[in-house]
């Protein structure tokens, strides 16, 4: 076992007005703070994911849980998935409308069969395992200037070497109902193998799905370091167009991310490195 541990969230990749940047940033802390209480006191990537993508989803800044956005119907329907790369288990829901926590409700399929259940089937699995219910209004962004195309997410790595990586969207405003695009799709919008890196993505699903990025990005991290690799992600995306974020953690505990969007909220933090929020790559002078 080592003590090193590392966690890096995301708010979405997207252009952010500039009147909402310090809650973007401030939202992004605030989450990246929780999983890495999780990871110092010696819990697990899984559980430093799900804690992350929950403050995520508490913060109406984001389009994920209370700050999701409505379908071309006037609905809610969000989507969560969390991938633990020890054993290489998948849960994702999809479609749901009454969750409070979607995120939740996937780390509970972990050891489940199934690897994604949508719309009434994810929300009677819910009500079976005792989780979080609320309106669907209550799930509603209350602002208009985001076009909600984004997902939240969170990547950690725990002491005991493993690797999880999590997602969550509250989907893509006046978008066809239905629509599920790349955030509980493992390969696309998220994955992890606690033997070579994890990773969660956002932006624009259907790009997304199309070039499984997060599977391209995994297979690149196999002789790459994380950032080769996710300049190899992006390029690949350019053969569809379309925006992506990408954060990334790596089997060594290297921590790096990369966007084509002109903001991507990141926070990362580890052992020896304090809790630090970013709006551009650029911003991040670190060396990895």
């Known amino acids: 076992m080592s003590e090193r541990w590392a966690v890096i969230v995301h708010g979405g990749a ?4 500039e009147a909402r940047r310090e809650r973007h940033r401030q939202g992004c802390l605030r989450a990246v703070e929780a999983g890495a209480e999780v990871l110092r006191s010696g819990g697990s990537a899984v559980d430093a994911v799900e804690a992350a993508v929950r403050a995520l989803e508490d913060d109406p800044t984001f389009n994920a849980g209370r700050g999701s956005v409505t379908n071309a119907d006037g609905e809610v329907e969000c989507d969560a998935a969390i991938m633990d790369g020890s054993d290489l288990s998948v849960g994702g829901v999809a479609a749901v409308r009454t969750l409070r926590h979607p995120i939740s409700v996937a780390c509970s399929m972990l050891p489940e069969r199934p690897v994604l ?3 009434d089937g994810a929300e009677r699995f819910a009500r079976d395992h005792g989780a979080e ?3 669907p209004e209550d799930l509603i962004a209350p602002h208009d ?6 997902t939240v997410g969170c990547v ?3 002491v005991s070497g493993d690797i999880a990586a999590g997602t969550s969207t509250g989907g893509l405003r006046d978008c066809a109902p239905g629509r599920v695009g790349d955030s509980p799709l493992p390969g696309c919008g998220l994955y992890a193998d606690s033997a070579i890196g994890g990773v969660s993505l956002s932006g ?3 790009s997304i799905i199309r070039t499984t990025l997060a599977a391209r990005l995994i297979q690149a991290l196999e002789t790459d370091t ?3 690799a996710i300049d190899h992600a992006l390029a690949v995306l350019e053969r569809v167009g379309g925006e992506a974020g990408l954060i990334v953690i790596d089997h060594r505990g290297r921590v790096d991310w990369g966007h084509n969007s002109d903001h991507f909220a990141v926070a990362h933090a580890s052992r020896d490195e304090p809790a630090r929020a970013f709006l551009q790559r650029s911003e991040d002078r670190r060396k990895t």
Not at 14 to 17: D, M, S, V, Y
Not at 145 to 150: K, S
């Open 14 to 17: 997207k252009t952010i007005p």
């Open 117 to 119: 259940l949508v719309a």
């Open 133 to 135: 219910f609320c309106a």
């Open 145 to 150: 200037d985001d076009p909600g195309c984004d």
């Open 156 to 158: 950690a790595l725990d």
């Open 204 to 206: 624009e699903g259907e």
């Open 226 to 228: 994380p950032g080769p």
